[in-house]
């Protein structure tokens, strides 16, 4: 199996379990992920077509590719749609939608009939977040690419869904609780938006992640499968006490 963003976060999460479960796993990212048993590992940006070559090449001598996770994601260009930049756009438009798409084109010859892509969306592909318009766009066109490529790649007996997280608790993530003003009242906005009162694991993603990716989901294809502890089924902040 292939998880790209594979050094921290979800991503990383998403290496161990399949690590762990006994796949032989090839982890993806900027820099070098931490080596994990069973896990080979390569440096390449998504959004380059020299670093899908390189990936391709790597898959290619592991024989094969049964699981794709399209997981890596560029999330630092902020604003609203007045103010964010060409530059960043187009970057969170490269990263996040654009090579899903073109790295599951380079590697679905290694794919055979019963194989998976997962691609990881986010609760901000299904609404969206005043200030945060370049990551709103590239989630939701990865949702709606997610249903294309199920639909595309039927024929071939590649199944492809995904996944769509509320707030998780990453490294990133927590980090940038610590920096906020107020930690304490910031942690509890982030909980409050879920229902379930507090934020997700990234282990929580990875566990969904892995069912889709596996033959337990073998009649499910082109779905989006929200992980976000009851945060969309409300129209209001999902937790805050009534
Ligand atoms: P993170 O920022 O902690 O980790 C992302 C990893 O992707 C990093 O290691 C980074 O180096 C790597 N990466 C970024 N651009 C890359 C590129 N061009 N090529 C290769 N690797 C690249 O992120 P995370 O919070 O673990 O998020 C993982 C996924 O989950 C992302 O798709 C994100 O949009 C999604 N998500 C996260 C949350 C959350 O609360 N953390 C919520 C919803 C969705």
Redesign the pocket.
């Known amino acids: 199996m292939i998880v790209?963003?594979?050094?921290?976060?979800?991503?990383?999460a998403i290496a161990e379990l399949y690590a762990e479960r006994g796949s032989r796993v090839l982890s993806?990212?900027?820099?070098l992920?931490p080596t994990l048993k069973g896990q080979r590992r390569v440096r390449?940006?998504?959004?380059s077509a020299a670093?899908r070559e390189r990936i391709v090449r790597a898959a290619r001598e592991l024989g094969g590719v049964n699981v794709l996770v399209n997981?890596?994601?560029?999330?630092d260009a902020h604003g609203s749609v007045l103010e964010v930049s060409e530059r960043g756009w187009a970057r969170t438009l490269n990263?996040?939608l654009t090579?899903p798409l073109l790295l599951t084109r380079a590697l679905i010859d290694l794919m055979g009939a019963g194989s998976a892509v997962v691609n990881?969306?986010?609760?901000?592909g299904l609404l969206a977040e005043q200030n945060n318009a370049a990551?709103n766009a590239s989630?939701g066109g990865l949702v709606n690419l997610t249903r294309a490529m199920s639909l595309d790649l039927a024929p071939r007996g590649v199944r492809v869904n995904a996944v769509?997280?509320?707030?998780?608790s990453?490294?990133?993530?927590l980090q940038a609780i610590q920096d906020s003003q107020d930690p304490e009242s910031t942690r509890r906005d982030y909980e409050d938006l879920h229902a379930l009162r507090r934020?997700?694991t990234?282990q929580e993603?990875a566990q969904v992640v892995y069912f889709l990716g596996s033959d337990a989901a073998s009649f499910m294809t082109g779905t989006i499968v929200p992980v976000d502890g009851g945060m969309t089924a409300s129209f209001m902040m999902a937790g805050r006490p009534v």
């Open positions: 790209t963003g594979a050094a921290r976060g979800i991503g990383r993806v990212d900027l820099s992920p390449a940006d998504v959004s670093g997981n890596a994601a560029y999330q990263v996040n090579a990881v969306a986010s609760v901000q990551y989630k769509a997280p509320g707030a998780i990453t490294e990133a993530v934020m997700g990234p993603v």
